[in-house]
């Protein structure tokens, strides 16, 4: 499929090349220049590309001025360490509709990861997370989906798609295609209790910002066990993120957020990111287009230290331990990677569901869900995934 037809180059580095340092990462990327052919995608393995669109808003806030800001600070950082190829891709602007613009960056998406190609989306307003589902819809792909974001994006019944109500219109979606989704730093003053109640009842992950800042290594397999992440810049506190849709005064610290990305960086089943609602108009001193870019880079470090680490590949490199529960018919069954130490579950499930959820059985955790099961506790994260595939 040809998605040049979506593209237009960056109206500041798509007209012409600055001379960015040696081993930038200005200097690596292939960049959709103007009055030049679209570029190459055969053989990257990294597709940037802004969104000039903001659902659900006749006029346009700030947000879709995001991608050149982001540009600008991200091109003067060095590469990191190893060597992957990388194309900017230039701007999806906004169609003659809504479902136009959807269709056109659901299916640069899709197509992107039909070539194993991982599309990182910058700017706009994050109700093109519904556009990331939908790409997974394509693709006829169960997907897991993760954000970072303080609210649950529930919106209210009957509203239309915007950066406040996208989960709902996700969720409501028919044929379904959504197995999970996992919230990463809720506040819990700003979801009404209905809201936390849906996410038990629908056995949705959601791990409030207090509980989650006292132990980031907590976030690593929700981000291990994700397909897409949809990263909500107001999640971050206006101390470090001033230029936001909804600047506020608590929220993730610069290094936590930059933390998470290289938990999805690292993780293989990670296949596509997006970083909304930030706001240049709203910035001090570049410092969110700034964090944006250190954002990106720490899940680019990442990224390059992807080793193909899943259990359902090659189970040769990882030691299985079955441990029975008193009272419980199903025993527990962990794996432990012998080349980087992360844990698994193996969660059963009926054997005429296997070709949907093949490749969700396997449950990413951590060390302290097997040290729990050893204690003959069952983890919540296998409870979940179990009533989900029951």
């Known amino acids: 499929m040809d998605i040049s037809i979506y593209f237009k180059p960056s ?21 959709h220049m103007a009055g030049k052919d679209f570029p190459s995608i055969e053989g990257a393995q990294i597709a940037f590309f802004g969104l000039m669109d903001d ?3 006749a ?34 602007h906004p169609g003659a509709s809504a479902a136009d613009t959807q269709h056109a960056v659901s299916e640069t998406i899709a197509e992107l990861i039909r070539m194993n190609i991982v599309p990182i989306m910058i700017g706009g307003g994050q109700g093109h997370t519904f556009s990331q589902y939908l790409a997974y819809e394509k693709l006829e792909r169960t997907a897991n989906l993760v954000c970072v974001d ?20 996700i969720v409501l979606r028919q044929p379904n295609y959504l197995f999970n989704y996992s919230n990463l730093g809720f506040q819990t003053y700003l979801v009404d209790q209905p809201g936390i109640e849906l996410m038990d009842k629908l056995f949705f992950d959601a ?18 066990n ?29 290094e936590e957020i930059c933390q998470l990305m290289r938990y999805a960086g690292v993780s293989e089943k990670i296949t596509s990111v997006g970083i909304y609602e930030l706001d240049p108009t709203m910035d001090q001193d570049s410092t969110t287009a700034q964090l944006a870019a250190q954002m990106v880079w720490c899940f680019l470090d990442g990224f390059r230290s992807r080793t193909n680490d899943l ?52 449950v990413p955790c951590s060390y302290s869900d097997y040290r729990m099961a050893c204690r003959e506790e069952v983890p919540d994260r296998w409870w979940r995934t179990f009533q989900k595939l029951s």
């Open 59 to 92: 006029r346009p806030r700030g947000v879709v001025h995001a991608p050149d800001a982001v540009r600008d600070e991200l091109y003067r950082l060095f590469m990191p360490n190893g060597n992957f190829a990388m194309v900017d891709l230039g701007d999806i």
């Open 11 to 31: 109206e500041r580095f798509g007209q012409s090349r600055p001379e960015w340092p040696a081993n930038s990462i200005g200097d690596s990327v292939l960049t």
């Open 207 to 224: 791990h409030r910002l207090g509980e989650l800042r006292s132990t980031m290594a907590d976030a690593e397999p929700v981000m291990r």
């Open 55 to 57: 659902p659900g808003h």
């Open 311 to 362: 259990p359902w590949l090659d189970r040769k490199r990882f030691t299985r331990f079955r441990i029975p529960i008193r009272g419980h018919e199903q025993e527990l069954v962990f794996y432990k990677s012998t080349v980087s130490d992360r844990w698994w579950m193996d969660i059963p499930y009926k054997a005429e569901q296997e070709a949907r959820f093949e490749r969700h059985h396997l």
């Open 150 to 169: 303080a609210r649950f994006d529930l919106g209210d019944p009957g509203q239309g798609l915007a950066e406040s109500s996208y989960l709902s219109h």
């Open 226 to 254: 994700g397909d897409t992440l949809s990263v909500d810049m107001t999640s971050v506190r206006r101390s470090d993120a001033p230029g936001t849709s909804r600047p506020g005064p608590n929220g993730f610290h610069g």
